[in-house]
């Protein structure tokens, strides 16, 4: 897990590399160090924190709530479905989807070194407030922080390969890279009142 830092205050806090290891195990073949920021949205959010933490570990609202983006191409075959429970509170949960976009087609590729089938979709949770979910194509860190019992902000990170430098980007491709279609569904729910996406840098979207 390269390429992010983490913080904790505890002076009595175990060491950082025995803590990320079982993710680092579970979702390192990603190889988080080998991608760039892609984009990074700011959801704030009328909820207590802990309802956004735990609506991130559910898959099974996908093909619903997502239904007309894209949860349309969600595969929802729960014979398939591998979930693992990892040390403090943590999980890794492997099923197959498309890649997170309206038409289900990665805009970006697969990413180069990975070995998997085009279906691989992931989620995972690295307590207390870090989800991550995975595609073939890109990886999203998502941070979500308590502001008070009833509200809440959540940022989902995406990180793309750092070969997509050389994919040829113009207004409508950054347009599609900084809507994704998760934070378009986080608009329409009711306990969501704000929501803002970064700039994508300008390395990634060199036409904006
Ligand atoms: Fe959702």
Redesign the pocket.
């Known amino acids: 897990m390269a390429r992010l830092i983490f913080v904790n205050f505890d002076p009595a806090a175990r060491p950082f590399a025995e803590t990320i290891a079982p993710f680092d195990a579970e979702f390192g073949f990603f190889l988080p160090e080998n991608c760039t920021l892609a984009d990074k949205t700011v959801l704030d959010l009328n909820c207590n924190w802990k309802f956004v933490v735990e609506?991130l570990m559910d898959v099974y609202?996908?093909g619903t709530?997502?239904g007309r983006s894209f949860g349309a191409h969600y595969k929802g075959d729960r014979e398939g479905y591998k979930f693992k429970l990892l040390p403090r509170g943590g999980y890794s949960f492997f099923f197959e989807a498309a890649p997170v976009t309206t038409d289900g087609k990665s805009h970006f590729g697969k990413m180069p070194w990975l070995d998997r089938p085009d279906t691989l979709a992931c989620l995972g949770f690295l307590a207390p407030n870090l989800n991550f979910s995975g595609r073939c194509d890109a990886i999203r860190h998502w941070l979500t922080w308590p502001i008070s019992p009833e509200e809440a902000s959540s940022s989902p990170i995406r990180s793309l390969p750092r070969t997509c430098r050389s994919v040829p980007t113009s207004r409508t491709g950054c347009a599609t890279m900084s809507t994704p279609s998760t934070s378009r569904?986080m608009r329409i729910a009711p306990w969501s009142n704000r929501c803002r996406t970064e700039s994508a840098p300008a390395n990634l979207c060199p036409a904006r």
Do not use: R, T
């Open positions: 609506n609202h996908i709530v997502h569904s």
